[in-house]
């Protein structure tokens, strides 16, 4: 009898430890470095942590979030608190902490997003889409010669357009290079007026405003985290401004084509998904892309500066509702 309640307790016990493991999920660790606080940046964030939160569930993903504040040094200690932390994914949140996370690890997967061209920022010339590596994500590139048809359409006399963007972003070189190739090639003067650091911007956003019809900026993450200081060096002289993303339109622009980075920050965090998952290995996951794209004014601005919306609201531009 003994013999039999002793099984029946070995039993019981077993049962017991197979149906409490049954209810654990996974947990996964996910570090997060996001190189500047800005509305796109912060947008693509959350677009990503909330796609991991409806496949796993909020209490089975953490989030080691951080913010480098613009900081490139920054970003590479925070990537070397996640590598040495040993987290199950990294999210590389723009240019400089993608840079960091590919000097930090070959072993841990990283996914970029923000980042317009990944063959500038990885170095790889002639790059197909494919990285190859523990690397892989989502660009933000929109159309460069659909922004350059945009400023033509807007304003057709304009003779000169005046590229405002920092010289420290490579993917603002790759951006400004390639919408300069087709505003000279429709007659337009193009002039670069670069900045280095936010020090430099007010009196470099002046000297552009006074001798452009136009000025254009990029997705630049240090233009766009001083969109405000922009806009107050140039509104006063009337020059209006194309932006490259949602952020620096609601600050300090006219009009932009762009995408929307909570929905790509979303695209990328269903990589995730599938790499933790084990359903996709990240050297085979090619780079992908915001599936649309944005026509967007600011109507304070326009209004401001006597743009005609209507006119606008025609072409299937739309105003944005967050306006800073």
Known sequence: MKKILLLMTVLLLIIGSVCTSCGNEVQYTIGICQQTPHIALDSSTQGFKDALIAEFGEGNVVFLEQNAQGESTSCTSIINNFVNRNVDLILANATTALQAAVNGTTEIPVLGTSITDYGTVLGIENFTGLPGTNVSGTSDLTPLDQQAQMILELYPDAKKVGLLYCSAEP?????????????????????????????????????????????YIPTDNTAASSAQAICGAILHTGGPIIGGDEGICASCGIATLCIDYYELGKLT????????????????????YAPEYLRLYNPDLCAELGVDTAYLESLGYKPITNVQ
């Open 171 to 215: 993917n603002s070189d790759y951006q400004i290079n390639g919408i300069r190739t087709y505003l000279e090639q429709a007659g337009i003067t193009c002039t670069d007026y670069a900045f280095f650091d936010t020090n430099e911007i007010a009196a470099v956003a002046q000297a552009c405003a006074a001798d452009s019809d136009v000025i």
């Open 269 to 288: 965090g269903q990589m995730a998904v599938k790499i933790l998952k084990g359903e996709a290995d990240i050297a085979e996951m090619p780079i992908e």
